[in-house]
Nanobody, 120 residues
Framework: QVQLVESGGGLVQAGGSLRLSCTASGSILSINVMGWYRQAPGKQREFVAQLVSGGNPIYADSVKGRFTFARDNAKNTGYLQMDSLKSEDTAVYLC??????????????WGQGTQVTVSS
């Protein structure tokens, strides 16, 4: 069974930084795509960043230039470095991944999310 677990959320002042991690565990052959989304209270889930294996990351316009997404394929982990945080970045951040397991079909998995709160 494959599991995605996010960590690194917390409370930070505006202008500060946080680094989120997303680690996949289980019977994984490869992770084709890994992405970050966020959902603020009363709002729809929105795209933050995505990284296709072997490609360059893409970002939502709202975070471009402030967030950096990198992967450590050996550890099946993705890192979202968030700098110059703003109050509007406050949300639950969720990781998802398109996973090729050791047996069976490729599927998408979601983590439970980690809370990021930016105080102004």
């Amino acid at each position: 069974q494959v599991q995605l677990v996010e960590s690194g959320g917390g409370l930070v002042q505006a202008g500060g930084s946080l680094r989120l991690s997303c680690t996949a565990s289980g019977s994984i052959l490869s992770i084709n795509v890994m992405g970050w989304y966020r959902q603020a209270p009363g709002k729809q889930r929105e795209f933050v960043a995505q990284l296709v294996s072997g490609g360059n990351p893409i970002y939502a316009d709202s975070v471009k230039g402030r967030f950096t997404f990198a992967r450590d394929n050996a550890k099946n982990t993705g890192y979202l470095q968030m700098d110059s945080l703003k109050s509007e970045d406050t949300a639950v951040y969720l990781c998802n991944a398109l996973i090729r397991p050791t047996a069976g079909a490729t599927f998408t998995s979601w983590g439970q999310g980690t809370q990021v709160t930016v105080s102004s």
